[in-house]
């Protein structure tokens, strides 16, 4: 991976020798980590549509940022995934296929 800041460091999970070097994590999807072990752990960023897989983290610490990332080629494709399905269903309500 290319990064534009350079003197940022960037772990992948979950190949990280200490997690107390993590300030941070990007999230996309449930997590099954135990947070716990995350002792500097500043902040939680949704990299989906939402914060829902966030919040049911058992034992998320109170003293945690969330943060909702919004970006509008997200929004855009949210938008295309929401209309394909409508479409979808009308096309097979109309021919009578459900």
Do not use: H
Not at 6 to 35: S, T, Y
């Amino acid at each position: 991976m290319d990064f534009k800041i350079p003197d940022l460091p960037v772990l992948i999970w979950p190949d990280i020798d200490d997690l107390k070097k993590v300030k941070f994590l990007i999230l996309l999807g449930e997590w099954k980590a135990n947070l716990q072990e995350f002792s500097n752990l500043r902040a939680l960023l949704s990299f989906g549509a939402g914060v829902d897989y966030i919040l049911v983290i058992p034992n998320i610490l109170k003293n945690i940022s969330i943060v909702r990332l919004e970006d509008s080629i997200l929004k855009k494709g949210m938008i295309e995934y929401v209309l394909l399905f409508v479409l979808r269903l009308r096309r097979l309500f109309w021919e009578g296929l459900w």
